[in-house]
């Protein structure tokens, strides 16, 4: 059984950054084949994946993130992370992280098998 558990959120004015941090755990030669990522949820809408890195480092990202967060891991730490800057108002969400067997999928093909229970990420204009 995998956990994560999201840490760094809270609240910013708009142009400002946030670093998200996801830890994870519970498991073994399994992480070598997991791919990770960062969804977001706002209130009244769906959930929607933001940022997504593979086995093999290669990351996607959604385009109205691209080029202002950037996903990555450090697999000594066990430790997954969403660095944000450049924030807008509409990125304020409930951030998770999740983690998925899948192979070679994308942030737009994503099915994640295990969830974090999510940070608060703020945004003010």
């Known amino acids: 059984q995998v956990q994560l558990v999201e840490s760094g959120g809270g609240s910013v004015q708009a142009g400002g950054s946030l670093r998200l941090s996801c830890s994870y755990s519970?498991?073994?030669?399994?992480?070598?084949?997991?791919?990770f990522a960062w969804f977001r949820q706002a209130p009244g809408k769906e959930r929607e994946g933001v940022a997504l890195?593979?086995?093999?480092?290669?990351?996607t990202y959604e385009y109205s993130v691209e080029g202002r967060f950037t996903i990555s891991k450090d697999d000594a730490k066990n430790t997954l992370y969403l660095q944000m800057n450049t924030l807008k108002p509409e990125d304020t969400a409930m951030y998770y992280c999740?983690?998925?067997?899948?192979?070679?999928?994308?942030?737009?093909?994503?099915?994640?098998?295990?969830w974090g229970q999510g940070t608060q990420v703020t945004v003010s204009s």
């Open positions: 519970g498991y073994s030669d399994s992480r070598y084949w997991m791919a």
């Open positions: 999740a983690a998925s067997y899948q192979r070679w999928p994308t942030i737009a093909t994503i099915l994640p098998n295990y």
């Open positions: 890195i593979d086995s093999d480092s290669s990351t």
